[in-house]
């Protein structure tokens, strides 16, 4: 008679720990969803000028596949918006949308940040580890703001999940499959930055494989009325107050070139309704660089 005896103590105490880590999992997803769709019900999208409508075309054709996508436009454009737009008319919809912003993590956590790392990993890790974002994203989909800014080593291994599916976190030994559908945006001209040397280009290759341009502000002059109507509109309901504009203040903005495209516009929306005094918002309680630029194009146009 042969006995073989195995403490299997370790083993259940393993197999718990992927039980809890699965719980976690689980529970930030649907954290990450229930965000989501509140953010979705808080911004609209306004398209009236053609080019813009044509963006949003191509961005709903998009969402029905599971191609990845590059994004490109101004900071301020609402680059953010048509990757929500992508997401919540995919398929994966119902999975969460993870957004990572490349370059506002330090370079030495955008690793850890985007693949996750093993318990003891490096100094300050974690005692028991931590899930990257594409783990998070596992069945919807990641959204990598500023991808220009991706340091080098994370490009190769970003490379290497577009090309297989496949990760291992940081510290460890383990691979991983995970479904996530990869979303990239950037201000900046990649191809410029793949002739420098400074962003590889297959992995330029790998991100492109659908590009969507989004038009500035100033090149959407059809959608600049709706926009500042509506967004008058959001802010004074939030504030509980009735404010509109005049026909003044509209002229004045209608000739603003807006730099900071849809995000400026949305500031200039909030200042003015919670600064100004009276209900109907005039041209002098606009920001000052709006009254000076449209001045300086009067100034430029009159005859004396």
Partial sequence: VVVSEKDVTKFDNLQRRLEEEQEIKNQLRDQLAEMQQDALQTHKIIARSANMVNTLQRALKVSKA??????????????GLIANLIHSNSSRAQKPLIRINCGAIPEPLIESELFGYEKGAFTG??????????????????????????????QVKLLRFLENGRLTRLGGTQVRRVDARIIAATHRNLKEM????????????????????????????????????HFVDHFARKAGSAK?????????????TFPGNVRELMNICERVVVMSEMEVIDRRDLPRDVIAQTKAAEDMWSPW
Avoid: W
């Fill in 244 to 256: 509109r504009l005049s026909n003044a203040a509209i002229d004045a903005l209608m000739s603003y």
């Fill in 125 to 154: 890790a974690q005692t028991g580890g931590k899930l990257g974002h594409l783990e998070l994203a596992d069945g919807g989909t990641l959204f990598l703001d500023e991808i220009a800014e991706l340091p080098p080593p994370a």
């Fill in 194 to 229: 793949v002739a420098a040397g400074v962003f590889r280009h297959d992995l330029y290759y790998r991100l492109t494989v659908i590009p969507i341009a989004i038009p500035p502000v100033r090149e959407r002059r059809e959608c600049l009325l709706p926009l500042l109507r």
């Fill in 66 to 79: 599971d191609s990845s996508v590059l994004i490109t436009g101004e900071s301020g454009v609402g680059k």
